[in-house]
């Protein structure tokens, strides 16, 4: 039986297109999926909160060191983390503000990118802990930015995405783009059958 953990990161609780399109998904995956289980986190309604000093201090002391205080710093990522790793897909629905991902959606990985749990660092460099698993990214920005674009070069929203989720150890990125959605309704339906094709894949 396979879980399907669903990140939201819109702050826009209505007339979300990020949220409209993996809702969709959601329902295509539970058809695919029928004894499949789904955890949902919302970091757009309810963000994660900003690293500390103290969850930072905590980050790099071993745990049979920690105090207790050092562990209650350490709740929110261990729980973020756990959902992480007991998800077999995932699927992130990322809008694009100001050229990048959402302040909620940059402290989920603030949070969840943690030496010793999901990265370590090794003589060939940082490698990724957490097994590799498809993770779907829904994205939507009101420009195109897609590399044919000649604007591709203001995207730090899927892009980045990547690089923060390969440096856990999430190679396989499936995205799902609905690039330009302040011209109309014409990208929405492109991601819309992108989606579908993903789920029947
Ligand atoms: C605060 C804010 C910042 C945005 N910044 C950008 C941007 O830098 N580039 C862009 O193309 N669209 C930008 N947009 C448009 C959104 O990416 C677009 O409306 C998208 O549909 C948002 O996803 P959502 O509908 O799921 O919230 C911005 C929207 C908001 C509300």
Same mark, same amino acid.
């Given at each position: 039986?396979?879980?399907? /953990?669903?990140?939201?990161?819109?702050?826009? @609780?209505?007339?979300?297109?990020?949220?409209? %399109?993996?809702?969709?998904?959601? $329902?295509?995956?539970?058809?695919?999926?029928?004894?499949?289980?789904?955890?949902?986190?919302?970091?757009? =309604?309810?963000?994660?909160?900003? @690293?500390?000093? *103290?969850? &930072?201090? !905590?980050?790099?002391?071993?745990?049979?060191? #920690?105090? *207790? +205080?050092?562990?209650? =710093?350490?709740?929110?990522?261990? *729980?973020?983390?756990? $959902?992480? #790793? +007991?998800?077999?897909?995932?699927?992130?629905?990322?809008?694009?503000?100001?050229?990048?991902?959402?302040?909620?959606?940059?402290?989920? &990985?603030?949070?969840? !990118? #943690?030496?010793?749990?999901?990265?370590?660092?090794?003589?060939?460099?940082?490698?990724? %802990?957490?097994?590799?698993?498809?993770?779907?990214?829904?994205?939507?920005?009101?420009?195109?930015?897609?590399?044919?674009?000649?604007?591709?070069? @203001?995207?730090?929203?899927?892009?980045? @995405?990547?690089?923060?989720?390969?440096?856990?150890? %999430?190679?396989?990125?499936?995205?799902?783009? +609905?690039?330009?959605?302040? =011209?109309? *309704?014409?990208?929405?339906? $492109? !991601? #819309? +059958?992108? /989606?579908?094709?993903? &789920?029947? =894949?």
């Amino acid at each position: 039986m396979k879980n399907l /953990l669903v990140i939201h990161s819109s702050p826009k @609780l209505s007339q979300s297109i990020t949220r409209e %399109l993996t809702t969709e998904f959601i $329902e295509k995956w539970q058809t695919a999926n029928p004894q499949g289980t789904i955890t949902h986190r919302d970091v757009g =309604a309810n963000p994660p909160s900003h @690293l500390t000093e *103290e969850t &930072i201090g !905590a980050f790099y002391t071993p745990a049979e060191q #920690r105090t *207790e +205080a050092q562990n209650q =710093a350490l709740s929110v990522s261990d *729980e973020l983390i756990a $959902e992480l #790793r +007991a998800a077999d897909e995932i699927v992130i629905a990322s809008p694009m503000h100001n050229f990048s991902i959402t302040s909620g959606l940059k402290t989920w &990985i603030d949070q969840v !990118a #943690r030496v010793g749990e999901t990265f370590h660092y090794t003589e060939q460099g940082p490698q990724g %802990l957490l097994k590799d698993r498809p993770v779907y990214v829904i994205t939507a920005s009101g420009g195109d930015y897609r590399a044919h674009t000649p604007i591709a070069f @203001l995207n730090h929203q899927d892009t980045y @995405l990547k690089v923060a989720l390969n440096f856990i150890g %999430l190679q396989d990125i499936r995205l799902i783009q +609905a690039a330009g959605v302040a =011209a109309g *309704e014409a990208p929405i339906n $492109e !991601a #819309r +059958a992108a /989606l579908t094709e993903a &789920i029947s =894949a």
